[in-house]
């Protein structure tokens, strides 16, 4: 798999670049894009990277990628970029991991721009999962879901959810990976919840109360679970390290013009190396980020033993160079980005970043885990 541009991706991203830029200026404060949200997925967005036999457009990942890139480049929404990536996240678990039998009956649902969602994570233990309260327990129908999840991306809205929990079989404990209709009796929901960023996405709890869960509703088997949240967790943080480079650009391109028109005393703010500096500091983060993200999809796509720390470093990496890139055009703007307006919005959702998607020392102690497997792979080999 090489994520390099070729024309059909070129073509595509075209294409959703032209539809992510007519709803640039329509894009609400506080509420969810749903009508380009529609308009994406009208046209294609979700079917580019499933094969036909299953209803898709037959396309790659690479298709996807430029299109992802060129809509979140455009729409200047971290939260909306964030929705993207979990769509995308869900459907390759499905394609990935899921059965013939789960496809059917839940690709069309994401294809057609169903929201989706992942619930991990848990307000006393976050997103470890060895640690996760949420049970699933096997009863004489099948099983049976009880818990809660905290501070989930479509939560109020999704159509359908992944959830992940805690099951335990005899004496081992393992990790459940339940697709559950979130109508289904016992599930409730909260209105979405304010936040400090990303206030155009909804985000709120879920509670599952007794909830009846089919043997067909587990993706995979419990025995393989952690090892397939992984997987899935590891395609959504590589997604989420492309998306803090994409979404600099246009809050880039204005602080350039800013800089240029902007003077003091005859002189433009752009001919004081300061500035210069925060400007460049600003463009190495964005191609860092985005060649670290880049290289990690292609390695999770081949199946790169590397790809699972390389996803965390790509997520963590990304969210660092986001926030400061936000601080610098923060300092670039002055007072004026002070105001209420985009770049404030920005500011706040960039900083919401450093925890979106897990902290900064869960994705560290990921990283330290394959570091450590990975030297004693090496040793056992000399």
């Known amino acids: 798999m090489n994520l390099a541009a070729n024309v059909s991706s070129a073509d595509a991203a075209a294409r959703f670049r032209g539809i992510a830029e007519s709803f640039r200026h329509r894009t609400p404060t506080g509420g969810f894009a749903w009508d380009a949200w529609r308009a994406l997925s009208d046209a294609g967005l979700w079917r580019l990277p499933v094969p ?18 060129a809509i979140v480049s455009t729409l200047r929404s971290v939260g909306f970029a964030m929705a993207l990536a979990n769509q995308a996240t869900l459907i390759r678990a499905l394609l990935t991991h899921g059965s013939p039998a789960q496809c059917d009956r839940l690709l069309p649902r994401l294809m ?25 327990t096997a009863d004489a129908d099948g099983y049976r879901l009880d818990g809660h999840k905290y501070n989930i991306s479509h ?12 099951y335990t079989n005899g004496d081992k404990r393992a990790t459940a990976l339940v697709l559950l209709d979130p109508a289904r009796e016992g599930v409730s929901r909260t209105p979405p919840q304010e936040t400090f960023g990303v206030a155009d996405l ?12 089919g043997k067909h509703e587990l993706l995979g088997e419990p025995a393989a679970g952690l090892r ?27 602080a350039l013009a800013y800089a240029a028109s902007r003077a003091t005393l005859g002189t433009t703010l752009d001919q004081h190396q300061h500035v210069q500096r925060r400007l460049v500091e600003i463009e190495i983060g964005v191609q860092r980020t985005r060649s670290m993200a880049l290289a990690a999809l292609d390695q999770l796509l081949s199946q790169h033993p590397a790809a699972l720390a390389n996803c965390s470093i790509a997520k963590l990496g990304g969210a660092r160079d986001l926030a400061q890139a936000a601080l610098h055009l923060l300092a670039i ?46 040793a056992g080999m000399r």
């Open 155 to 166: 939560a109020p809205d999704a159509q359908w959810v992944l959830v992940v929990a805690s």
């Open 202 to 213: 909804p985000i709120g709890d879920m509670t599952f109360k007794n909830v009846a869960i």
């Open 228 to 254: 397939l949240l992984m997987d899935i967790a590891s395609m959504n943080r590589a997604l989420f390290g492309l998306l803090c480079a994409d979404v600099v650009k246009p809050f880039l391109t204005d």
């Open 52 to 69: 036909e036999k299953q209803g898709g457009a037959g396309g790659t990942w690479t298709q996807f990628v430029e299109a992802f890139e």
């Open 112 to 136: 057609s721009g169903a929201a989706g969602a992942t619930a991990i994570s848990e307000k006393g233990t976050g997103t470890e999962v060895r640690a996760l309260e949420t049970r699933l």
């Open 333 to 378: 703007h002055g007072s004026d980005g002070y105001r209420r307006g985009a770049l404030a919005t920005f500011v706040a959702d960039a900083l919401a970043m450093g925890s979106a998607g897990g902290t900064e020392e869960m994705h560290s102690r990921n990283i330290f885990s394959q570091m450590q497997r990975a030297a004693t792979t090496a």
